[in-house]
Nanobody, 118 residues
Framework: QVQLVESGGGLVQAGGSLRLFCTGSGRTFSSSRIGWFRQAPGKEREFVAA????????DYADSVKGRFTISRDNAKNTVYLQMNSLKSEDTAVYYC???????????WGQGTQVTVSS
């Protein structure tokens, strides 16, 4: 079973950038589609971005298109989320997860806090 650990969160001013890391252990990480999600206080968890096992296919939520970029390095068992032009509404705990099939995600990490000050 894949285990995921997120890192890279922090406090940044609006308009700034952060790069999040999702590091996985387990044999199937490099063959799995990985997604990033976020949850703001008092809100439901929402999809942010996802990447296929090869990195050849990516998807983004409309709210982050053109600002966020998801990528991966399977040799390092890591998926990245580059976040540029950050807005206060991007403030949330960010999680990565493994696509289990049929649109379901699992093996959630513990999350990393991103706070954007305006």
């Amino acid at each position: 079973q894949v285990q995921l650990v997120e890192s890279g969160g922090g406090l940044v001013q609006a308009g700034g950038s952060l790069r999040l890391f999702c590091t996985g252990s387990g044999r199937t990480f490099s063959s799995s589609r990985i997604g990033w999600f976020r949850q703001a206080p008092g809100k439901e968890r929402e999809f942010v971005a996802a990447i296929s096992w090869s990195g050849g296919s990516t998807d983004y939520a409309d709210s982050v298109k053109g600002r966020f970029t998801i990528s991966r390095d399977n040799a390092k068992n890591t998926v990245y989320l580059q976040m540029n032009s950050l807005k206060s509404e991007d403030t949330a705990v960010y999680y990565c997860a493994v696509h289990m099939g049929r649109g379901e995600y699992g093996s959630w990490g513990q999350g990393t806090q991103v706070t954007v000050s305006s």
